[in-house]
C-alpha cells in the first residue's frame, strides 16, 4: 500500500468532481509515470480503490500490444457472475456518458440498484455485478467492485468441560491399564523367585529356616501386589474431579510398585548370600501398602486374576512336590525398569514433597510450566501467599485493592527430590528417576494473582492449565525466545533475558494501573495481559552445572481461535526488515501482511473500529510514559469466521543509551529510518499505521 487511505466527500459535478471520459483519459495517461508516493513502481503495477460501505471499486491499469491511434474510449460491460456480455460487445463511449460524472458512476456501485441489470439474459445488478473496461490508445482502464469482509474480534467463550473431561478419562484409563500391566509384571517375577526358592531348597536343605525367612518376604510382596491389584479395580471413575487427583493416585501406585520391586531385589540378593554361605540381610519391615489409597468403594467379588492371586500360597505349598524347571532368579532385573509400563507411572518427579491437600504436581525437567504450578500449589506459598490474602467483601474491590497496593514482596522457595536411597545414586536414579533441586521466585504474587483471579477462574483451574505444556516452540521471532504452551491452548509462557525481564519488573507497579483501569473503569487497552514473573533456577545434581531462567506468562491470544488462520507481528512499519522470507518458520511481518492482503486493510464495523483506536491509543500512550519501545500488535485473521484478534505483546525494551546509539547508527549506515526509535515517534508512528493504514471501517 503505497498512500494511506484519505477521506474523500461524494459531490456530483463540482469542482472536486471530474467526468468519466476526463478521468478515464486521465489515468490511462499516467500508465508508464512512476508512482507520486515514491514507492518507484510505475502506475501500470498499481491498483486504485475507492472504498465505500459494502466494499470498494478497483481501479486497474493494463497496458496492451493493441495500439489505436484515435482518442476515442471503447467501453465493454461484462456480468463477473454469468459472463454475460452486452449484444453491442464494444461501444464508442459517447458524449452523454463522457460527461456523466466520476462520483455518481462511483456511488452506482455502492447503491442497490435492484431494477438495472445488465441485459435480459443477465438480470444480476448492473454496477455491483459488472465489470466496466475503457480502452484508450493502448491503455485499458478496468473498473470492478469488490466485496471485503468486514471483520469482528473473536469473542472468547466460556470453557466447555469437553476437553477436560476426555482428558480425565484418558487418564484414569492410562493409570488403570499401566497399572495393572506393572503389577502383573511384578508378580510374574515373584512367582519366578518362589519357584526358584522351591528348587534352591530341595539342593540347598541346610538353613532351611532362612529360606522361609526369604520365602515369606517375597510371599509379602505377593500379597502387596495383590492389595495394589484389587485396589485398581475398586477405583471409581466419578470420584476424580481433576486430573491432579489422578496424578496423586499415580504417584502413591508408582512409589507402592518401587517398594515392592526393592523388596523383591533384597529376597533375589538374600538368595544369592545363602547359596554362597553368607548371612541374610533384612530391612527393616515396613506396613506399604496403606500408603495407596486410591479408593474407599467396597471391595467387589474378586475377578478370576485376583484368585489367582490370592491362591499364590497354595501354588507355593505345592512347589516342594512337584518337579519345577529352574528359574535364574539373578537375570537382569532392569528389564522391568524399560517397560513402558513403568516409564509412564514413573514419568515427572514424583518425589518432591506433596504440595496442599496433599496432592502432586508432577514436574516435568525440561517443562518450566509445570515448576510454575507445582510452586503455586506448594504449601509454603499457599500458607505465605494465598492464605494471608484477605477477600471478606466483593472480589472485585479485593482485586483492585491488591492491583493499586504498593506492596513489592516477593516469593522464594527452594525444593529438592526426597526419597530413601537404596543400594547406590545410580539404581536410585533408575527406579525413582532422575534426582532435582530447583529454587523458585515469584515476583508480585499478590498482584498477578488478584489479576488471575479476575480473568483465569479459580486457582485450582489455573494450576491444572498449567500443570504441564504441549509443546515447545522456538524461533518465533529474530531473537529465537523459547516459548512454551500450557496443555489446554490458554496460556503461553516466555523466557526472556535477564535485562529485559529487569525492565519489566521496574514498570510493573504502573503496569497493574494500567491493567486496573481496563478492568474496573472502562479504558479499553489492547495489551496481551502479562499473568505472573518467575525466576527458577536449577542445579544439575550429576553434573553440578546451575541453570536460570528468566520467563513471564502470558494470556494466549489465539486461545480458541481456529487452527487455520494467518498471523502477523505489526510494528507499524515497512522497512525492507520487516518481511519473513518464504520457508522461516517466523511470524509474518509488516510487509508480508501488505504483500498476502494485496496492500487493503482490515475492515472493522464502526463501533468496533472506535474501541480498537482508544484501546491503541491508551495503550500506546501508557508505553511511551514507561520509556518502552519496540512492542508489536499481533494480529491473527480467520477469513472463514470472519474474525480477528489483536493485542499489543513484546512490551519490554526500554529506550535507554544502548537503543539511542542503535537507532543513531541505523540512520547513518542505512537509508531506511530504523525500527527501534525515541518512544513519542515510536508511539505515533505506531498509532499512524495501525489505526489509519492498516484498520478501516467503511461508513458511508
Request: aromatic share 12%; hydrophobic share 35%; glycine share 4%.
Amino acid at each position: 500500500m503505497c498512500m494511506k487511505p484519505q477521506a474523500h466527500s461524494i459531490s456530483y459535478y463540482s469542482e472536486d468532481d471530474k467526468s468519466l471520459g476526463e478521468f478515464i483519459q486521465a489515468v490511462s495517461k499516467k500508465v508508464d509515470d512512476k508512482c507520486e508516493s515514491g514507492c518507484s513502481q510505475i502506475w501500470n503495477f498499481h491498483r486504485f480503490y475507492f472504498l465505500g460501505n459494502g466494499g470498494a471499486v478497483k481501479v486497474t491499469l493494463l497496458k496492451t500490444t493493441n495500439h489505436q491511434e484515435s482518442s476515442e474510449i471503447v467501453m465493454t460491460k461484462e456480468c463477473k457472475i454469468c459472463k454475460v456480455r452486452r449484444e453491442d460487445v464494444s461501444v464508442i463511449l459517447n458524449k452523454a456518458s463522457w460527461e456523466y460524472s466520476f462520483h455518481k458512476f462511483l456511488d452506482n456501485f455502492f447503491r442497490n440498484s435492484t431494477n438495472l441489470h445488465l441485459s435480459k439474459k443477465c438480470r444480476h445488478q448492473f454496477y455491483e455485478g459488472a465489470r466496466f473496461c475503457f480502452m484508450v490508445n493502448s491503455v485499458r482502464v478496468i473498473i470492478e467492485k469488490e466485496i471485503f469482509n468486514t471483520y469482528e474480534f473473536h469473542k472468547t467463550k466460556a470453557t466447555t468441560n469437553k476437553y477436560y473431561e476426555a482428558l480425565l478419562k484418558q487418564k484414569f484409563e492410562e493409570l488403570v491399564s499401566y497399572g495393572k500391566e506393572l503389577l502383573n509384571s511384578l508378580l510374574k517375577r515373584s512367582k519366578e523367585i518362589l519357584i526358584s526358592i522351591g528348587n534352591e531348597t530341595t539342593e540347598f536343605k541346610a538353613k532351611q529356616s532362612d529360606w522361609e525367612i526369604i520365602r515369606n518376604e517375597v510371599m509379602d510382596a505377593s500379597d502387596e501386589i495383590a492389595l495394589c491389584i484389587g485396589k485398581l479395580y475398586e477405583l471409581d471413575f466419578s470420584t476424580y474431579k481433576t486430573t491432579l487427583q489422578i496424578e496423586t493416585s499415580r504417584r502413591a501406585l508408582f512409589l507402592e510398585c518401587c517398594k515392592i520391586k526393592v523388596s523383591l531385589e533384597n529376597s533375589v540378593a538374600n538368595i544369592k548370600r545363602l547359596k554362597h554361605g553368607e548371612p541374610i540381610k533384612f530391612p527393616q519391615k515396613q506396613s506399604i501398602s496403606e500408603k495407596l489409597r486410591v479408593s474407599t468403594t467396597p471391595r467387589h467379588s474378586m475377578s478370576a486374576q485376583e484368585e489367582e492371586v490370592l491362591a499364590l500360597s497354595s501354588f507355593v505349598d505345592s512347589i516342594n512336590i512337584q518337579v519345577i524347571p529352574a528359574v535364574d532368579p539373578f537375570k537382569k532385573y532392569d528389564d522391568i525398569l524399560n517397560e513402558s509400563a513403568f516409564k509412564y507411572l514413573q514419568k515427572g518427579n514424583l518425589t518432591l514433597p506433596l504440595a496442599r491437600d496433599n496432592s502432586c504436581v508432577p514436574v516435568y525437567d525440561e517443562d518450566l510450566l509445570s515448576f510454575i504450578a507445582y510452586t503455586l500449589k506448594s504449601n509454603a506459598y499457599c500458607e505465605q501467599v494465598l492464605d494471608s490474602l484477605e477477600c471478606d467483601g466483593e472480589i472485585s474491590e479485593f482485586i483492585e485493592t491488591e492491583l493499586l497496593s504498593e506492596s513489592e514482596k516477593h516469593f522464594s522457595m527452594e525444593v529438592a527430590t526426597e526419597f530413601q536411597e537404596i543400594s547406590g545414586k545410580s539404581e536410585t536414579r533408575n527406579l525413582y528417576g532422575p534426582t532435582m533441586s530447583f529454587g523458585i521466585t515469584v515476583f508480585y504474587p499478590r498482584q498477578f494473582h488478584a489479576i488471575r483471579l479476575h480473568l483465569c477462574g479459580t486457582v485450582e483451574e489455573f494450576i491444572e492449565s498449567i500443570a504441564m505444556s504441549q509443546s515447545q516452540i522456538t524461533e518465533l521471532g529474530k531473537s529465537g525466545a523459547t516459548f512454551m504452551l500450557s496443555h489446554d491452548n490458554k496460556y503461553i509462557l516466555k523466557v526472556v533475558e535477564e535485562k529485559e525481564f529487569r525492565m519489566f519488573l521496574d514498570l510493573a507497579p504502573n503496569y497493574f494501573r494500567h491493567i486496573c483501569k481496563n478492568f474496573f473503569h472502562l479504558m479499553p487497552s489492547r495489551l496481551v495481559k502479562t499473568l505472573g514473573a518467575f525466576r527458577i533456577h536449577q542445579k544439575n545434581l550429576k553434573t553440578g552445572k546451575n541453570k536460570t531462567d528468566w520467563m513471564l506468562l502470558f494470556e494466549n491470544l489465539g486461545y480458541q481461535m481456529p487452527k487455520k488462520k494467518l498471523v502477523y507481528d505489526l510494528k507499524g512499519t515497512c522497512n525492507q526488515s520487516r518481511r519473513v522470507k518464504d520457508g522461516k518458520k517466523q511470524t509474518k511481518m509488516d510487509l508480508n501482511f501488505l504483500d498476502d492482503l494485496s496492500g487493503m486493510p482490515i475492515f472493522l464495523s464502526p463501533e468496533t473500529k472506535r474501541i480498537f483506536d482508544a484501546g491503541i491509543w491508551n495503550d500506546t500512550l501508557f508505553l511511551a510514559k514507561q520509556n518502552v519501545v519496540d512492542y508489536s500488535l499481533l494480529l491473527m485473521i480467520c477469513p472463514e469466521t470472519g474474525k480477528i484478534e489483536a493485542g499489543i505483546i513484546d512490551y519490554l525494551q526500554q529506550y535507554n543509551f544502548e537503543k539511542a546509539v542503535e537507532s543513531k547508527y541505523k540512520k547513518v549506515v542505512r537509508t531506511e529510518l530504523p525500527t527501534i526509535t525515541h518512544p513519542v515517534t515510536y508511539k505515533e508512528r505506531f498509532r499512524s499505521q495501525l489505526i489509519n493504514g492498516f484498520f478501516l471501517s467503511l461508513e458511508y
